[in-house]
């Protein structure tokens, strides 16, 4: 990915996690994603009253994502202010994985910079995904 597109990538993640609705964790998050058409799809983090139901920034730019009819992850931007950098959650490196291959480059950002590059492969190894599925039998 080229360094205008990560920009692209940065910024919007930067400008969803504003709008994060965080209120129990004040941990506010923003992830934004290139998909196959080259677009950009954002999300943030939205908690809720029963703790359990809230989800990550992650899940809701994949949501975008899928509801705009992309089907293929390119990179992932990931933001949030912490003591060291944020990667994404267990539950979220499978729902990527579902849409990225294992060289899909995920960058850990805060507000000032990027911290962090991995690949998905490196989050989340030896994975379970679609391939697993496809039985002859
Ligand atoms: O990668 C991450 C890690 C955490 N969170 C959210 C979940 C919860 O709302 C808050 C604290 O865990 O941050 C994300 O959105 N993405
Ligand atoms: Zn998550």
Same mark, same amino acid.
Request: with cysteine; aromatic share 6%; glycine share 10%.
């Given at each position: 990915?080229?360094?205008?597109? !990560?920009?692209? *990538?940065?910024?919007?993640?930067?400008?969803?996690?504003?709008?994060?609705?965080?209120?129990?964790?004040? &941990?506010?998050?923003?992830?934004?994603?290139?998909?196959?058409?080259?677009?950009?799809?954002?999300?943030?983090?939205?908690?809720?009253?029963?703790?359990?139901?809230?989800?990550?920034?992650?899940?809701?730019? *994949?949501?975008?994502?899928?509801?705009?009819?992309?089907?293929?992850? *390119?990179?992932?931007?990931?933001?949030?202010?912490? #003591?060291?950098? *944020?990667? #994404?959650?267990?539950?979220?490196?499978?729902? !990527?994985?579902?849409?990225?291959?294992?060289?899909? #480059?995920?960058?850990?950002?805060?507000?000032?910079?990027?911290?962090?590059?991995?690949?998905?492969?490196? !989050?989340? #190894?030896?994975? &379970?995904?679609?391939?697993?599925?496809?039985?002859?039998?």
């Amino acid at each position: 990915m080229d360094d205008e597109t !990560l920009a692209r *990538l940065l910024a919007a993640a930067r400008a969803v996690r504003e709008r994060a609705y965080a209120p129990y964790s004040g &941990f506010a998050v923003g992830a934004a994603l290139l998909d196959e058409h080259a677009r950009v799809h954002a999300g943030c983090n939205v908690e809720n009253a029963a703790y359990p139901q809230g989800w990550c920034a992650e899940t809701s730019a *994949l949501a975008a994502m899928v509801a705009a009819g992309g089907r293929r992850v *390119l990179g992932l931007v990931v933001v949030g202010v912490a #003591p060291r950098p *944020l990667t #994404p959650c267990g539950g979220c490196r499978q729902k !990527l994985r579902e849409f990225a291959a294992d060289d899909c #480059p995920v960058w850990s950002a805060d507000l000032d910079s990027v911290h962090a590059r991995f690949t998905l492969g490196e !989050l989340l #190894p030896a994975s &379970f995904g679609p391939g697993h599925l496809e039985t002859s039998a």
